[in-house]
């Protein structure tokens, strides 16, 4: 079973930074494709970023692209979402999600089986 939890939101002004954990049951991130979703109050949920499970290289939307960045930490079974230059179009409830994924499916919410429950990032000032 798979179990992924998210934490590091909060409150931030504009242009500043925050990261974010997602802390994943054993043995998931070597099997599975981590993505990171959010969504916005009133919006669909979309894709930010995602790292397969042997790739060091990340993928990214184009909106974040340049300023977040995710990386992994094996022996702590985590993954995390640094993110940097916070505008108020980042705010937004952010998820964490492990599937199966081909490349060209990355972007896909319904390509991820696994969800965490989220953690809320607001930009104001």
């Known amino acids: 079973q798979v179990q992924l939890v998210e934490s590091g939101g909060g409150l931030v002004s504009p242009g500043g930074s925050l990261r974010l954990s997602c802390v994943a049951s054993?043995?998931?991130?070597?099997?599975?494709?981590l993505g990171w979703f959010r969504q916005a109050p009133g919006k669909e949920r979309e894709f930010v970023g995602a790292?397969?499970?042997?790739?060091?290289?990340?993928y990214y939307a184009d909106s974040v692209k340049g300023r977040f960045t995710i990386s992994r930490e094996r022996a702590k079974n985590t993954v995390y979402l640094q993110m940097n230059g916070l505008n108020p179009e980042d705010t937004a409830v952010y998820y964490c999600a492990a599937g199966r994924v081909i490349t060209s499916s990355l972007a896909s919410q319904n390509a991820y089986g696994y969800w965490g429950p989220g953690t809320q990032v607001t930009v104001s000032s």
């Open positions: 790292i397969k499970p042997t790739s060091s290289n990340p």
């Open positions: 054993e043995r998931t991130l070597s099997s599975y494709t």
